[in-house]
């Protein structure tokens, strides 16, 4: 746009050289200086340098955001002596346009931490927040506050955002509603929505941004999240039986996922090196939808290099995982950086979509979805205006069906969300160009720092409910950070003769697996509790509990073995089903569908095929967990299998009350063998860890192995994170051993208590 030199989000802190080659100082720094705040130049004090204005959280700089220091010396815009710069308090836009109501306390204009209250009057009722505060993002907390009276119309009113205005005041079948931002606010979202025949409103409710105004990352990703999830996914409500809806993905048709990062300016190889983690993050997040999309990655400036092309995925010449090694080894060399064409990005995808469609034929293409994800701040200064173009996607997309008419059925197979990340962004250039019908595609973020957190949020989103092992891969050191690392773990007490705790994993919102010795001859469902902290009350109530028929503790001490732990197994059935959320979720267990998805087994799988995966080495790194006051830790182990188990299980014969002297009486082929220092220094299960999962993560979802059972020295009666000595081991029940059990208690469709788990033919 205006500019000759266009800013990104990238651009660095400091810079030693000038493009150009010219490296005298051309502008002076008269007059820029910000009170109460500071500024960072892009090229120190040279022709193309942008300077940057920085302001503490809740304020913003006024009258400018930027400056460019032009070849002649002077700045645009020029610091006016009149209207010095400085950091200015954040203002929220105006919510008394609430009709039917009051708003107080009542005033001009409402700043950064001014609370609001709002009361309807008499015969109306209030839907939305009676109480909001004003964020320092230039946002009100809550949600639009509306005063509404039951007029039988077919929507509800859908109300006013603060400091927008709307027309039309009928609220029945096909009736429009507009909106306008007021002042020199600019308006974000659905202009226009319309009331449909089920009584909800198209689109989403719009609001109204300030030029300071920005969205969170948290918003950004439960916004982003649901609508990227419509595009990744088809829901299948399968027999809608109970609130236990089970959900399943549709793998129909083809998903192409074009994504473009500006690198304008970016001089910086750290912010570059973030965006690539972001986008790494971002895709692998997709992969956990259990889609395999094909994928075209780009950089661009005035030009653009390619990371990955999505033909090769035609080809079948590139997968997934050696996109993440092209990533991670992507160098842009000395491009130009100085210019931006963003026009040329988007004739890009179009080119390559159009490659693509003669490949696949018309027919073929009708079943081909495009996700466009730009990442810029719109300022682009080469290669003119991209509308044009994008108007030329759509046309292919909607393969040239009237608007009116047909394009509904076809909107769905194209999205463009655009990502606006800068210190200064041309929102009026950048929202025309998204595309997409359901959420929000207009993202304005100030920087990229938390971009990659953003992403991680994704799979909280509700939709994404169903799927087992989802879970947040970094402590924040938030309170609950343990809980939403590890959603599915349970505390498990047994409070009869004695009391006895164990650990557990929540396998279905209705199902606990723990350990059979976790039980005593005698015990019932009253005596257990079962501690799930989903945010409804941490003390789940049991209905019963199963211990696997095999299991029997004295079964073999006639043959040496005292206690004998095989088939150590059992499932607890709750009263009700856990609040999923990203705190309390079920882990994947071998051998259901949703695990083979996980595992992206496409097509017809078998459990064989998942135990390859999952224990495939002759050592595979394995954790469980330990408790420790409200949370928990995560230790280390190897499993020592094929030629090393056997050395690993004759461990057992030290064992205190095993006489025999095979060691494979006491360890049957269902158990896995870890513990001991080498190769690898393993952590040694305590008193307390039984019963609970042994588990891999495998791209993001964590895959349930193995039950922690029992093991041949007792090191830590106290518990915590303690090292293996180098005879001590610890045996865990191996899952893939025990699938007729989970299968006939988990998978049993002849009961209405809960929705059956989906377990493999074979
Ligand atoms: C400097 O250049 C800009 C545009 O190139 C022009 O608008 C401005 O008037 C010039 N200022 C002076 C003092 O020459
Ligand atoms: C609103 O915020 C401004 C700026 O911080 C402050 O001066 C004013 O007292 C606040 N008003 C109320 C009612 O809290
Ligand atoms: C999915 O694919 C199957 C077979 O390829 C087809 O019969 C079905 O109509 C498709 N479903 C949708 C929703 O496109
Ligand atoms: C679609 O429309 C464009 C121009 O709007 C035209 O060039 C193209 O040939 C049309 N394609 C089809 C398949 O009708
Ligand atoms: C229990 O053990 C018997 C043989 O000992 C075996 O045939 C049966 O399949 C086992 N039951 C389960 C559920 O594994
Ligand atoms: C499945 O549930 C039904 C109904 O509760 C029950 O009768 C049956 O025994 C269950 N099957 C198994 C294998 O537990």
Known sequence: ????????????????????????????????????????????????????????????????????????????????????QRCKIVECPDPSVLEYGNVSPPQDKYFVNNETTYECYSGYTMRGSTRRVCLPNGKWSGSTPICSRDSGNNCADPGIPAGASRTGNIFGIDDKVTYSCNGNLFLVGSKERVCQENGQWTGKE?????????????????????????????????????????????????????????????????????????????????????????????????EITEAVNILDFLDGKIVLSSVKNKLETFKVG???????????????????????????????????????????????????????????????????????????????????????????LFDDDLQPLTAGTGGQHYFRMKDIENLQETFDEIIDEEEVKGLCGLHKEYDNGDTDSKRKMYPWWAYIVVQNQGTKKCLGSLVTPKFVLTAAHCFTFGDLPEHVTVEINDGQGKVKKVKTFMLHPNYSINSKTNQGVKEFYDYDVALIQLEADVQISSAARPICIPCTQETSDALQLVGESTCKQQEQRLLKNHLEKLNFLTKTGNSVEEKDAHAKL?????????????????????????????????????????????????????????????????????????????????????????????????????????????????????????
């Open 334 to 424: 000395d491009k130009n950086t100085a210019g931006t064409d963003l026009n040329l990005v988007f004739k890009t995808f179009l080119e390559r979509m159009a490659i693509i469609k003669r490949r696949v034929g018309d027919e073929g293409f009708k079943e081909h979805r495009h996700v466009l994800i730009v990442f810029t701040d719109g300022a682009y200064n080469m290669g003119g205006s991209p509308a044009p173009t994008v108007e030329k996607i759509k046309n292919m997309v909607y393969m040239n069906h009237s608007r009116e008419q047909e394009t509904n059925s076809r909107e769905e197979f194209l999205d463009i969300y655009i990502f606006a990340i800068g210190a200064e």
């Open 1 to 84: 746009m205006g500019f000759s030199v266009h800013w990104s989000w990238f651009a660095a802190l400091s810079c030693l050289l000038c493009m150009g080659g010219e490296v005298r100082c051309d502008c002076t720094e008269q007059g820029i200086q910000i009170q109460g705040g500071h500024y960072k130049l892009t090229k120190q004090l040279t022709a193309g340098s942008l300077l940057v204005y920085h302001c503490p959280e809740g304020y913003y700089p006024y009258p400018s955001l930027t400056r460019l220091c032009q070849p002649n010396g002077t700045w645009r815009p020029p610091p006016k002596r009149f209207l010095p």
């Open 642 to 762: 094929g030629d090393n188990r056997d050395a690993c299980i004759r461990h057992a014969l030290d064992a205190e009350g095993i006489t025999t002297d095979d060691p494979k009486v006491a360890v049957t082929d269902n158990f896995l063998c870890t513990g001991g220092r080498a190769p690898f220094r393993d952590h040694i299960a305590c008193t307390g860890d039984s019963g609970g999962a042994v588990f891999k993560n495998y791209e993001h979802r964590t895959v349930q192995v193995g039950v922690v059972s029992w093991g041949t020295k007792n090191l830590c009666k106290a518990g915590g994170v303690v090292e293996s000595q180098d005879n001590s081991r610890d045996f865990h029940i191996n899952l893939f051993r025990v699938v007729p059990f989970l299968k006939s208690v988990l998978g049993n469709d002849t009961q209405d208590d809960y929705a059956p788990l989906q377990f493999l033919d074979n």
């Open 206 to 302: 719009p609001a109204c941004y300030y030029k300071h105004t920005y969205d969170t990352p948290l918003e950004v990703s439960e916004a982003f999240g649901s609508a990227i999830k419509d595009s990744l996914t088809t829901l299948e409500p399968i027999e809608d039986t109970q609130e236990g809806r089970k959900i399943r993905i549709s793998k129909n048709g083809t998903l192409n996922i074009y994504i473009a990062v500006d690198i304008s300016e970016s001089i910086e190889e750290k912010h570059f090196n973030d965006a690539i983690d972001a986008v790494t993050k971002l895709i692998t997040k997709i992969s956990s939808f259990s889609v395999t999309p094909n994928y075209e990655i780009l950089f661009f400036a005035s």
